[in-house]
């Protein structure tokens, strides 16, 4: 591949498992941008809590500069938050081949209600307004990726494949 692909969206969207058997089919590593602040900042709860969210963003930015910087091209598992972030919007948008894996807002809002882990930014019982608010605030810059993709109802299998035709041939 001649650049990273960055995998973005809402939270529940399946960028980790859309990303690791996209990276598994093309050949090439996968990055997950939370595992990688985890293992260098810790829990993303504890920064939070200890840092804030602005903290948080510059991790993000970090891990993300290092990666598209230091590694062969790869497929990249970004934060659902993570293009919000200026700086790393510009990066996503230099450095990589961005796919924005759309969920409506009610596939969102069941996918992030039904999930086991408590998301920093919607705490422990999210209400729909709280999900639906951070959603649509972020619609404009998941919109600026190079490729959207229609996730619901795909199995991850159909998804990669869906991925795959669809990627430029210059991209490979």
Request: glycine letters at 8%; a positive charge; zero cysteines.
């Amino acid at each position: 591949m001649r650049r990273h692909i960055a995998l973005n969206g809402f939270m529940g969207a399946g960028k980790t498992t859309v990303g690791k058997r996209l990276a598994n089919r093309l050949g090439v590593q996968f990055f997950d941008l939370d595992a990688l602040i985890v293992q260098e900042h810790g829990p993303i709860e504890v920064i939070f809590e200890r840092h804030g969210k602005a903290a948080f963003r510059n991790f993000e930015l970090e891990a993300l500069s290092k990666t598209v910087e230091n590694a062969q091209p790869g497929v990249i598992a970004l934060g659902g938050g993570a293009v919000t972030y200026p700086p790393t919007l510009e990066v996503v948008k230099a450095k990589t081949f961005s796919i924005w894996l759309y969920l409506s807002i009610e596939d969102t809002i069941k996918r992030v209600r039904s999930a086991k882990r408590v998301r920093p930014l919607l705490g422990p019982n999210p209400k729909n307004s709280k999900i639906i608010g951070l959603y649509t605030g972020r619609l404009s810059v998941y919109r600026q990726s190079d490729l959207i993709v229609e996730a619901a109802g795909k199995t991850t299998s159909k998804l990669v494949t869906a991925i795959v035709e669809h990627l430029p041939k210059e991209l490979l």
